[in-house]
């Protein structure tokens, strides 16, 4: 953190936590000013860490730093009954290599910009107090990081739901219905593979891959069960799948204007937006446009095209920029996913039957309804699903993102399923 190298950050703090690290550990590592400090470490962890500080910034390190060290690591060790061959004198020179040759690693990566990483903010918390935090999610090695945003809840053991957006989107589309979800439980929104501030996949993604990442995420945060995975579009199929490959871990599923498998019809249909994308500098504002109108069938909807293509709107212009500046290959990779899925053939069915029998799931499939044939197509799911584990609810006047179109009453209903 010191020398910058967030690249090493990364790549080390998920061992950490695996080892037993938590959030108010790292935000002690951030901030050794902090008043929390001598509640979170020991006092020989704390004069570890100041004596770390001190060699980092400065080389030389001040004598008290160097003997208050000292004296904590004798009175470690006096206090073991057995410690064979180890000697304050030893360890001091074994915490001095270990701390210059992290420093050797560190400088080195960012002196040769490894992975592009130079110029990131190292991602450490900088409080405990602090209520949000953003994450880099290592979900696959070596090089695919998801951007993660966590709202966290004032309670600790406030239950968890993580939100999930559709194609061509980041985090912030989620914004205007965080606030409807805070005041219970710990909020978590990413920016899927591809998007945002999340790296691009070398390889092309599927539905199942990025259920996983659900999963790689609640690992990462150490959220064995988590309370509600809120999916739309994309997102939505994201959530069903996570349903079906992990039961176990969520209690309750929200599925939104999205559809279990892939019609035929709409391949041919990805390829020509892929193109488009493609098609030179325009591509993104072309397909921005395009999207709009489809998601935002509704007349006079500030997130549609202005009538003659100006789109003056202040929402408009937000959305179009939130599409527009999407990677383009991170688009292609992403829209790979949605080209040839079909989570029945996968046992969707008896899966969610299942869950809700063995684990308490239930599922909510919602839908705008001015959403094209998906409306009808959710509604069939649930009565499908039956067994009181699925129920159907529109969202009067809205089209393809109610939770943009009509956030107060997304939020309410939202909100009502999860707390039933």
Known sequence: MLNGAAFEWIHHEHVGRAAGLTTGYLAAIADTST???????????????AF???????????????????????????????????????????????????????????ALDVNDRASQTVPVPHSPEQSIFEYPVLVEAPDVTLHVRVHFHKNPRAPAVILVNSLLTNLSMWDRVVPAFADNYTIITFDQR?????????????????????ASILDYLQIKVVHG???VSQGGATALSFGLQYPHRVRRL???DTQVATPAANKVAW?????????GPEGMHKLASATAARWFPKPGSSFAPAPGGSGVEEDFGYLSAMIAGTDVEGFATSAAALQSYDLRADGLMNALRNAGREYGMRILLLAGELDGPL???????ADEIGGGHAEYVEIHESGHLPMLD?????GVTVSDFLES
């Open 35 to 49: 008043t929390s400090l001598s509640s979170v470490l020991s006092p020989l962890q704390q004069a570890a860490l």
């Open 52 to 110: 770390t500080d001190s060699s980092t910034r400065h080389v030389k390190v001040p004598d008290e730093v160097f003997v208050n060290f000292k004296r904590q690591l004798q009175l470690n060790l006096d206090s073991q009954d057995d410690a064979p061959n180890v000697t304050v004198d030893r360890q001091l020179v074994e915490a001095t290599a270990t701390v210059g040759g992290y420093n050797l690693v560190s400088r080195f990566l960012v």
């Open 194 to 214: 591809g998007h945002g501030q999340s790296s691009c996949p070398p390889t092309k993604s599927t539905i199942s891959r990025l259920a996983q990442d659900i």
């Open 229 to 231: 995975v809120v999916g």
């Open 254 to 256: 929200v599925v939104c």
């Open 271 to 279: 390829d020509e937006r892929i193109a488009l994308a493609r098609s």
């Open 375 to 381: 409306p009808q197509r959710l509604r069939e799911l």
């Open 406 to 410: 009509n956030p107060g009453k997304f």
